[in-house]
């Protein structure tokens, strides 16, 4: 409330006028036209008028009638505010609360009134808002509207619209209109999946709705006429504010929308915008106002929509004059001033009262603007008001007019006051000077009691009238002189109001007849008595009469009848007042039955009730009554009322339970009081049902016996019984075991169930069900089977050394108590007639110890139960080992080797088998720094045990420093002694830190000194090798010059050959054998200054016949600042031996030389200055002057190249005569187009062409031509904009626990080189970003001191002269590392005592982060209260002060920068006498009970909350990302199709391979690089894994047998190549069409997968190789191929690394086929490794899983965007010395060969040279058009397997590879689609021996086979490659032949393929 008050009296301050203030009258907001309220809140309203002095402020009512205070409802406060107190929406009052209210202020200077107020208040009413479904066409417009009911349309506006609950921003397709309306443009499939509503907020209550969920159906577009979607209607806006006509259509094609104002196009003017939701006019003016139609129109037709629009201004009043003072008789005139809208009316008042003409006032005017006093007289004297109004808008101004002349008073009418009410008499004073104001009545001086008071201003008020002593003449006498008063006198009448005299209504009965009078006791006469009932207005007639009397009237009804009942009010009103008083009449009716009683049956047992309906006025009483027996009733009785029998509200008896007891007549009876009692008899018959009345409810029977089960029935018959068993009707003949029999005993039915025999399902329950006409009873028997017992459920408790605790459960005993256990046991590989047994265990007993067991050792145990039926079968077998030792010897064979320059790689085997004690768990990693001032202190870490030999990586380690390293193994058990130490030193790395003091000096105009010291020796980080300078040139336009470098050893270095007169920079660097390292600050030199070089261009032309004109171009090379320029001229033929010379200033480039000879030669030259001297001379030019000159260019062509939105100008000067024309043309494709002077080009009349804020558009080829009538001459200008550089290609390539290396390709430099880069990053929950400045010539940076375990943000933007260009993609990267987490092999405590227990704070395991702090807290179990303690990350933690013989509840909680890990564990001490306690059981009472709900209850709902969170945020982050890799699989698509390859050339030597063919569906694949591979003979077949290594154990269901294994990598020879078949859109359509994607349902990534092995058919997702091994040169061992299913075995983990941008797949494949065609091509891989590192499938988190790197492998990883068919990394490197001929018997897949016509495929640079050199010279790669080649497809077809043989080589198919032909193919088997190649064309014929493969149906998602030209022969060999979106990772070799070409620069790369 006091807030409305606040805004009114703010808005009041404002609108004041100053030059009103000093008035006696003003306005403080005459501009208070309306105030709306919430009827919550309530209002105060200041009074809009004041005056000074202070004025009488008073409210009154619009009709002139004064207001009054209503106690809680308003008041009108002493300083003339009103206030509305908040009110219930019961208390309204429209006169109250919704009415029109002015304000008056009056004092001596008279009385002003305000514009009338609307006060009106608004209710906090129910309401809804909603939003209809719509429908639109793909491609058009949709629109939402928010449809607010009319009651509220005024209050409630739209605040915003969500999209699925979240709110919509106006962007991109969605707009929201002034109106509150949703427009979506370009309707897509999509926007049918979301729901949107809208939000609106009332203006007043401030309350918000929401509107119900709408749908958008999108359908086709489909050819259809235009349909106006929303339009606009006729409205009214003020002038000067902003309308927005809302026009929007659909229809197919799209319409097109024009408006037109009053049937004519809409003029220009930028007040004017066409939006897409229609037209917006700000600034409204009133020319503004007329018709508009918004035309929409497309072929099929046009519709419009028409409205009008009218702008209005404000209306504004100025009344002349203000204030005016003139004589008593003299001539006023008032003029009224408007401006405004047209229609307005005038209305004129005096002191607030309406001025009427008469004859000395007049109104005159058009409008009645002027007011005319003619002989003014004093009683004219006042405030004068001119209001004016249009509709709802009212504007005012006054005028105090002053008539000079004695005092005089005012004429005063009579005065009618209301007895028992306040009246006010004025008496008002005119004229100046009078002393003092007295009223008199009866000539006594008032005040004369205390109802009179007498204000200063001469008013009088009266309290409390009363009539006898009130009424009469009063006088108000005025002293003006001090002996001489006026006086006048008025009268007061007072008039009574009515009183009416108590009446009441007595009771009444229908039919009799009433009179009730209305008596008016008191009152003013004539009364006016009229009656109402219920409100309305009774009028005489239908049996009412009405009889009226002076001062009574009378109310009579002929007959009382039930309408005549209600409220009666009889209403006297009088002059004075109106009152009323209200009655009600109660007619009463005698009992009567609206229902009645009826005879009925009743069921026994069932409810019933005994209808009786009865109504009357006062309502009646009903009772009921009883007579037994079915006779004539002899005598009733009540019917007692007990829980079994009520009476109902209608009055009808309920009879909860019938019984037989209950049978009858009923009588019902009723009275109220009115005439005679009712009643009404019934006989109520009662039913028997159907009931159960013998039945055993527990029987037992033996397995395997019979038995019998009976069952007694009684009832009204006929009764039918059936059996059941549990819920299934017993039908014997289908049943065969089961036989039922009935018999009739009298009224008794005895049904027989016989089981023949029993079993164990009979344990169950059965019923017998009777039923007839009126019921059914069932009856339940329990059958209880009884048998011998199941086996006990058998499980190891604890294992030790040489004993076992052993724990069973007996789950069924049988039905029958268990008696006795026995338990057997065994070793494994005896017999069980070789058993130990235990007997007679008593049965009350669950667990036993076993002792005596031998360590190390595997058990056998099974066990039996009893009961008194017999003995149980078997118990499960169970296997058992006995517990392990700590290992007793230390890891064998360490050894380290250095892999980089911080990290050291660790090799070592197991233990001795006999020292392991126990399966080696893992392993422990302590190693040292041994450099000077280290502490010596061993650093820790662990790794898990992967095989017999081991290998870890210790990274982060100081770079070039010596670290001893000792490793000791553990297992269960514990820890081994160590190994003993050995020492190695990491390898060099590049210098971190620049050479220090770098100076230069420039020595010469060409040469240059450059020195520095040496870095300090702790960054060199190894051997210093030399020092590197690199220098390069800063041109004058801000270009760089090529970038050079000097290597030398020395402190010092001079540089030559430099370029004069030229800015240089310079940086330094120091390098070590591991490279260069960091680059010193830049260094700015400049070259000194030398003679120039010769002007770059020079021309001479003929201006008149005794001149010529000179132009010449600056020399390129200035070598200084330019001081002038020399002109030569001479003439040969003229004897004179010296030429004559020129100067002009450096600015200016021509010259005219005047005063020659017309038809003589002369030769003309120029040449430069510098402050050096002059320098070298131009070419000479010969002229001759002529008499008529033919237009001619004096100004230069060539390239001009300038930054962007910079002003250019173009020359083009030109001389001839006459003046030659010139014109100017730009080259567009194969045409010229004038230049067209605008804004934005300007030729000026030197014919200099002007081109302001060029942009990139602009550059081209500029013409310009001069023509004359002698001729015309041309120029070329070549105009070269230089824009900012693109966005650069980032990428991240590898990752580190504190590092993210950074790499990138850059876009384009826009013309101007690149300066440098700007790298942000970003924490990824953050958004302040952190600027790294990189040099311009890098292309990789590494983040260093970077967060453990952190997620990261990074974007990079290049900077050239231009400024910096566009930021790339952010790309998201996370350091290495997890949140800590306990280990599972380590104890958690290590000593607990009564009052004390010591924690082991070496089981975290940090995650690869510092553990930086871990905190606990431990309380007694069922305490609330936690005790807090804070440990150091080492060592062990003490709790002391605990409680004996207590359980605890302990957690703990570790952190580090990855995130924090929890444990909690319970832990109960020791007793006094160091005995254990046992567990506590659970005795909860209702306190705990709720305790419990609460603590359970709280962490779901915050879990539940934050789980909801989280999926919010996944969400979010995975449409973001999906959308990066939608982009990067488009990308990637197109560069790939440029590397589907083949390859098809004979080598000499052994055949080619090996070629690993993989399909990974949905699931990451990693292949560690393992000795796997068996080594065998020249002569002896390999298989990598044999069936001896699978387990017998073979399930009879599968057939598939199973081994978990390393898949070892393969010794390669060759580099990566690419074999996709999902190419770029449009290469390949029907390959195409067929790609699904498939998303990924897990995102994990295993070390281990078990291979299984199946008889049967292959599963869907397979592994399949065909392995051989590379033979001697006698013959070709080619083995079986058997196919293997891939799963995850259970060793698996969940990892997250680097996420990489979309940009990065670009540059990732780019960079592919440059490796490609090195690493392949090149031959610089020869028997190189090759190990698969990750492959992983993008799912819903675009997660990336990554693992190490080969051995042999580069640190260099090219990373790649994740695709939605997946990605594989395999890393190659260079052989090792040993592994030259390790090809001849090493064991690879059999190659693929492809065929001539695919190596065509390949991209141009990926051609071997190789190829085209063959010997028969022709071309191997035919012409084929490029449609046609586009539209080739590969055949595709599906195999099972494919089974090889060995040979000897004197018997050979054909068919078979030898070392000069073709490979035979290999085969794969692939889960989706795959692509079969045919064979080379070679007589291949299938092994006589060798099987058919067999087609099987192809997969659902399978493409139909594409024709081929060349079918695949049945039988022959095969070659699979990928048709699906699957990753397929392909390898291929050159053959061993090549290995002595491997040069001696090693190149090792990371690829990544997809």
Not at 1295 to 1309: C, E, F, K, R, Y
Request: aromatic share 8%.
């Amino acid at each position: 409330m006091w807030l409305v008050t606040f805004l009114l009296l703010l808005d009041s301050l404002h609108k004041a006028r100053p030059e009103d203030v000093g008035t006696s009258l003003y306005f403080v907001n005459d501009s208070l036209q309306q105030v709306t309220f919430s009827s919550s809140v309530g209002v105060v309203v200041p009074c809009p008028a004041t005056g000074s002095p202070s004025a009488a402020l008073r409210w009154y009512l619009a009709t002139g009638d004064d207001i009054y205070d209503v106690p809680h409802i308003r008041h009108v406060h002493a300083n003339g505010t009103l206030q509305l107190y908040p009110f219930s929406p019961s208390a309204f009052n429209s006169f109250i609360h919704d009415n029109d209210y002015f304000c008056t202020a009056e004092n001596a200077a008279g009385k002003i009134r305000s514009p009338n107020i609307r006060v009106k208040a608004v209710f906090r009413e129910p309401y809804t808002v909603r939003v209809e479904d719509q429908r639109s066409m793909r491609g058009n417009m949709a629109v939402f509207k928010c449809l607010i009911p009319s009651s509220v349309q005024e209050y409630v506006s739209v605040v915003s619209w969500e999209k699925d609950t979240v709110s919509i921003i106006p962007e991109n397709r969605f707009f929201i209109t002034y109106h509150g309306g949703l427009y979506i443009s370009d309707v897509q499939k999509e926007d049918a999946l979301s729901t949107y509503r809208c939000i609106t907020k009332h203006k007043y209550s401030g309350e918000t709705r929401q509107s119900n969920g709408a749908r958008l159906s999108v359908t086709d577009p489909a050819e259809s006429i235009p349909t106006i979607l929303d339009g606009f209607h006729s409205q009214e806006v003020w002038a000067g504010h902003t309308v927005e006509l809302p026009c929007t259509a659909s229809g197919y094609p799209i319409p097109a929308i024009r408006w037109l104002k009053d049937g004519r196009p809409l003029p220009a003017d930028n007040r004017w915008t066409n939006h897409i939701t229609g037209l917006t006019i700000s600034d409204l003016r009133t020319e503004d106002s007329g018709t508009y139609i918004c035309e929409v129109t497309n072929t099929f037709g046009s519709a419009e929509a028409t409205g009008t629009l009218t702008v209005i201004e404000p209306l504004h009043v100025t009344l002349t004059p203000k204030k005016l003072k003139t004589g008593i008789g003299s001539t006023v005139i008032l003029s009224c001033a408007l401006m405004g809208s047209p229609e307005f009316t005038i209305r004129w008042y005096r002191n607030t009262e309406l001025v009427l003409p008469n004859e000395a006032i007049s109104i005159r005017g058009l409008s009645n603007e002027t007011l005319l006093i003619t002989s003014a007289q004093k009683s004219h004297s006042g405030a004068y008001q001119c209001f004016a109004s249009r509709k709802a808008q009212t504007a005012q101004d006054f005028a105090i007019i002053v008539l000079e002349g004695p005092p005089s008073i005012r004429a005063m009418r009579n005065i009618t006051a209301v007895a028992g009410r306040d009246t006010l008499i004025n008496c008002r004073v005119i004229g100046y000077p009078y002393y003092s104001i007295k009223w008199y009545k009866d000539a006594l001086l008032l005040p004369d009691n205390h109802r009179q008071v007498v204000f200063e201003n001469g008013t009088l008020k009266l309290t409390d009238v009363q009539k006898g002593m009130d009424e009469g003449e009063y006088l108000c006498s005025v002293l003006i002189q001090p002996q001489l008063s006026i006086s006048q006198s008025v009268h007061v009448a007072v008039k009574v109001p009515p009183l009416i005299q108590p009446f009441e209504f007595p009771p009444a009965s229908i039919g009799q007849l009433l009179y009730i009078p209305c008596v008016v006791s008191s009152g003013d006469m004539p009364i006016r008595i009229t009656w109402r009932k219920d409100g309305q207005v009774i009028i005489s007639g239908s049996g009412v009469t009405i009889e009226s009397k002076e001062f009574m009237s009378s109310l009579q009804i002929s007959s009382v009848s039930l309408k005549h009942n209600g409220n009666y009010t009889c209403i006297a009103s009088n002059a004075a007042a109106t009152v009323s008083r209200e009655r009600q009449l109660i007619v009463r009716v005698p009992p009567r039955f609206v229902v009645q009683p009826n005879n009925q049956d009743g069921i026994y047992g069932k409810a019933g009730v005994l209808n009786c309906s009865v109504d009357g006025y006062p309502p009646p009483k009903v009772m009921w009554k009883h007579a037994k027996g079915s006779g004539n009733p002899q005598q009733y009785h009540p019917v007692p009322l007990t829980g079994r029998i009520q009476i109902l509200p209608n009055s009808s008896l309920l009879i909860r339970h019938v019984l037989e007891e209950d049978i009858g007549y009923y009588l019902c009876q009723a009275s109220n009081g009115v005439g005679t009692d009712i009643s009404k008899s019934m006989f109520l018959t009662v039913k028997i049902p159907a009931m159960i009345t013998s039945h055993p409810n527990t029987t037992i029977a033996i397995k395997g016996h019979a038995k019998e089960l009976n069952c007694t029935a009684r009832g009204e018959r006929p009764i039918i019984i059936r059996w059941e068993k549990g819920d299934t009707v017993i039908d014997p003949d289908r049943v065969m075991r089961y036989a039922i029999t009935t018999k009739d005993n009298g009224d008794e039915v005895v049904s027989t169930l016989k089981l023949k025999p029993a079993d164990r399902g009979d344990s169950v329950f059965f019923s017998c069900h009777a039923i007839n006409s009126y019921g059914e009873d069932r009856g339940l028997i329990q059958l209880t089977v009884q048998e011998p017992p199941d086996p006990p459920e058998l499980e190891i408790r604890e294992v030790k050394a040489r004993s076992m605790n052993l724990r069973w459960t007996q789950r069924f005993d049988g039905n029958s108590i268990i008696t006795g256990f026995d338990i057997e046991y065994k070793n494994k590989s005896d017999s069980w007639d070789f058993k130990q047994s235990t007997r007679n265990i008593s049965p009350t007993i669950n667990q036993a110890n076993i002792v005596d067991l031998h360590p190390a050792s595997v058990y056998s145990i099974r066990m039996y139960s009893f009961n008194k039926i017999g003995r149980s079968e078997p118990s499960k077998e169970l296997t058992i080992s006995t517990e392990e030792a700590a290992p007793d010897g230390p890891p064998m064979d360490v050894t380290l080797q250095p892999v980089t320059s911080q990290s050291i790689q660790v090799t070592w085997k197991a233990p001795k088998k006999e020292l392991q004690n126990g399966v080696i768990r893992g392993y422990q990693i302590g190693y040292r720094e041994n450099s000077p001032g280290s502490n010596g202190q061993y650093s820790i870490v662990e790794m898990k045990a992967t095989g017999d030999s081991e290998v870890y990586t210790l990274d982060n380690l100081k770079k070039f420093a010596q670290y001893g390293v000792v490793v000791q193994a553990f297992n269960r058990a514990g820890t081994g002694p160590s190994s003993s130490e050995i020492n190695a030193t990491t390898l060099e790395d590049v210098p971190s830190q620049p050479p220090e003091n770098v100076r230069a000096l420039s020595i010469t105009s060409d040469v240059a000194v450059i020195s520095w010291s040496e870095p300090p020796r702790s960054t060199l980080n190894g051997v210093l090798k030399g020092y590197r300078v690199i220098f390069w040139s800063l041109y004058i336009d801000g270009e760089w010059g090529e970038m050079q470098n000097i290597t030398t050893m020395r402190e010092r270095v001079e540089l030559r050959g430099m370029e004069k007169f030229t800015n240089y920079s310079v940086q330094v660097l120091a390098y070590t054998q591991a490279g260069d390292g960091v680059r010193s600050s830049v260094l700015y030199i400049q070259t000194k200054e030398d003679v120039p070089g010769p002007p770059a261009g020079i021309k001479a032309v003929p201006s008149s016949a005794s001149s010529v004109v000179v132009s010449w171009l600056p020399p390129t090379k200035p070598n200084g600042v330019i001081r002038k320029y020399t002109i030569f001229c001479s003439s040969p033929g003229s004897g004179q031996p010296a030429p004559s010379e020129y100067e002009t200033s450096p600015e200016q480039l021509f010259y005219r030389i005047a005063h020659l000879n017309r038809g003589q030669q002369y030769l003309l030259w120029v040449a430069a200055v510098t402050s050096a001297g002059r320098g070298n001379s131009s070419e000479k030019v010969t002229i001759e002057p002529a008499g008529k000159a033919p237009a001619k260019i004096i100004s230069f062509g060539g390239t001009v190249t300038t930054p962007w939105m910079k002003d250019v100008r173009l020359p083009c000067n030109s001389v001839g005569d006459p003046a030659p024309a010139v014109k100017w043309t730009k080259d567009s494709e194969d045409s010229a187009i004038p230049v067209s002077m605008d804004g934005h080009r300007l030729i000026h009349t030197n014919g200099t062409l002007l081109l302001r804020a060029v942009k990139a558009e602009d550059s081209g080829y500029y013409t310009c031509t001069a023509t004359n009538t002698g001729g015309f001459d041309t120029i070329i200008v070549n105009l070269l904009v230089q824009v900012p550089p693109d966005q650069p290609r980032l990428t991240v390539s590898k990752t580190s626990a504190s590092s993210i290396t950074l790499t990138w390709i850059p876009g384009d430099n826009g013309g101007s080189s690149i300066r440098g880069f700007v790298l942000q990053y970003s924490v990824d929950n953050s958004e302040e970003w952190k600027d790294v400045f990189i040099s311009s010539s890098e292309r990789a940076f590494k983040l260093d001191s970077l967060k453990c375990g952190t997620w990261y943000k990074v974007k990079l933007a290049a900077k050239n002269s231009v400024g910096s260009g566009r930021i790339s993609e952010i790309i998201e990267a996370k350091t290495h590392g997890r949140e800590p987490s306990f280990s599972k092999d380590q104890h958690l405590f290590t000593h607990i005592n009564s009052t004390h227990a010591r924690l082991n704070l070496q089981g975290w395991n940090n995650g690869g982060c510092p553990i930086t702090a871990i905190g606990l807290e431990y309380r007694p179990k069922g305490t609330w209260a936690w005790q807090g303690l804070r440990a150091n990350t080492s060592g062990e933690v003490f709790l002391t002060e605990l409680r004996e013989a207590t359980w605890y509840e302990l957690r703990m909680r570790a952190c580090n920068s990855a995130g924090c890990g929890n444990k909690t564990a319970q832990f109960a001490t020791l007793d006094y006498d160091g005995s254990t306690i046992p567990p506590i059981k659970s005795a909860q009472g209702e306190g705990d009970d709720v305790k419990k709900l609460f603590t359970i209850g709280c962490p779901v709902i915050l879990a539940t909350l934050g789980v909801a969170l989280l999926f919010i945020v996944r969400k979010k982050r995975k449409e973001k990302r999906l959308k990066r890799l939608r982009d990067a699989k488009s990308l990637a698509e197109m560069l790939i199709s440029k590397n589907n390859r083949s390859f098809d050339t004979p080598v000499k030597g052994p055949p080619q391979g090996p070629r690993l063919h993989i399909d990974i569906p949905r699931v990451q694949l990693l292949i560690e690089d393992k000795e796997g591979i068996k080594q065998l003979g020249d002569d002896k077949a390999t298989i990598p894994v044999a069936d001896a290594e699978f387990s017998q154990a073979v399930n009879p269901q599968s057939f598939c047998t199973g081994v978990s294994l390393h898949h070892p990598a393969l010794i390669q020879s060759t580099g990566p190549l690419i074999d996709m078949s999902d190419i770029r859109p449009g290469t390949n359509p029907v390959s195409r069409k067929n790609v699904k994607s498939a998303h990924s349902t897990r995102n994990r990534y295993s070390s281990q997968w078990t291979l299984t092995k199946c008889q049967a058919s292959t599963p869907a997702r397979t592994l399949t190789s065909d392995w051989r091994t590379v033979g001697s040169q006698h013959g070709v061992t080619v083995t079986e191929s058997d196919s293997y299913s891939a799963s995850l075995s259970q060793d698996t983990d969940k990892g997250r690394n680097s996420m990489v941008s979309t940009e990065s797949a670009s540059s990732t494949y780019e960079e592919l086929a440059r490796a490609y065609e090195h690493a392949k091509l090149e031959e610089q891989l020869q028997h190189a490794k090759f190990e698969i590192t990750e492959c992983f499938i993008s799912d819903s988190s675009s997660d990336q899983m990554t693992t190490g790197t080969n051995e042999n492998a580069d640190s260099m990883t090219s990373m790649s965007t994740p695709s939605e068919p997946g990605i594989c990394r395999f890393t190659a490197s260079p052989p090792k010395p040993q592994d030259a001929d390790r090809g001849k018997n090493v064991a690879v897949p059999i190659p693929h060969r492809a065929s001539k016509s695919d190596y065509c495929n390949l991209p141009l640079y990926a051609k071997s040279e190789a190829f085209f050199r063959k010997a028969d010279g022709r071309e191997p790669c035919p012409v084929v058009p490029p449609r046609e080649a586009s539209m080739r497809n590969l055949p595709r077809t599906y195999h099972t397997q494919a089974r090889h043989l060995t040979l000897d080589p004197a018997s050979k198919p054909s068919g078979l590879p030898h070392p000069g032909a073709p490979a035979a193919a290999s085969t794969a088997t692939l889960p989706q689609r795959t692509l079969a190649m045919p064979a080379p064309a070679a007589g291949t014929a299938p092994p006589a021996s060798g099987p058919t493969p067999a087609e099987p149906p192809a997969a659902p998602s399978a493409a139909p086979p594409a024709p081929s030209t060349e079918p695949p022969r049945p039988g022959g060999p095969h070659t699979k490659m990928g048709g699906s979106r699957d990753s397929l990772l392909e390898m291929s070799t050159s053959g061993v032949g090549r290995s002595q070409k491997q040069g001696a620069g090693a190149y090792s790369k990371s690829y990544t393929l997809v």
